[in-house]
């Protein structure tokens, strides 16, 4: 679902606008969460934990790549194409999304390991798209576990605002660049 709301940019604005405002109403609330942490230093931290989420990312491609061969890629096609129309607004919006609203409510109302845990597993369900994707729902649990990590060892959520911004970034003009190459509208 929230996968969904990135593929144009007002669904993504409004997206974001709600997802700021209930991650900060609750922090308020719950008096607490990571500290933000913007400096410089916690945006080069934030590089440095994208650039491990985006290692896995590619270990996991390659290893599902072998695990399910021509059925994976296949699913891989199909989710590229769901972004097939996506302008560069919505994914600048999309990223904006992920790493300012995201990581306000699935990272920044606590530190322990419990609430980072179950917090990571609610954010890979909810990017859940349909039953054949599956691969991206675990792989979006993952995900939110290397994120819950970050925030975990750096007590600074401004890293993984910045890692997951610049992660969905790249992902989705990733995905412009293969839906652009036409690979994806070949099996589809």
């Known amino acids: 679902m929230l996968f969904l709301l990135k593929r144009t940019w007002l669904p993504a604005l409004l997206a974001t606008a709600l ?3 209930v991650g900060l109403i609750l ?3 719950w ?3 990571p500290q933000f942490g913007i400096s410089v230093h916690s945006a080069l931290l934030g590089i440095g934990v994208v650039g491990g ?3 896995s990312d590619v270990s996991l491609h390659g290893f599902f790549c072998l695990l399910f061969g021509e059925r994976y890629r296949r699913r891989h096609q199909e989710l590229a194409v769901i972004f097939r129309h996506q302008r560069l607004s919505a994914i600048f919006a999309g990223a904006l999304m992920a790493g300012l609203g995201e990581e306000l409510v699935f990272r920044g109302l606590g530190t322990s390991g419990a609430y980072l845990i179950s917090a990571a597993v609610l954010f890979g369900l ?7 994707l599956w691969p991206f729902t675990v792989w979006a649990v993952w995900q939110g576990l290397l994120f819950a990590a970050g925030v975990y060892v750096t007590e600074m959520l401004f890293v993984t605002m910045v890692a997951h911004f610049l992660h969905d970034l790249i992902g989705f003009l990733i995905f412009r660049y293969l839906n652009q190459t036409n690979w994806s509208s070949k099996s589809m």
Not at 126 to 132: D, K, N, Q, T, V
Request: glycine share 16%.
């Open 19 to 21: 997802l700021a405002a």
């Open 27 to 29: 922090r308020w609330l």
């Open 31 to 33: 008096g607490g969460g």
């Open 53 to 55: 989420v985006l290692a």
């Open 126 to 132: 909810l990017h859940h798209i349909r039953r054949e």
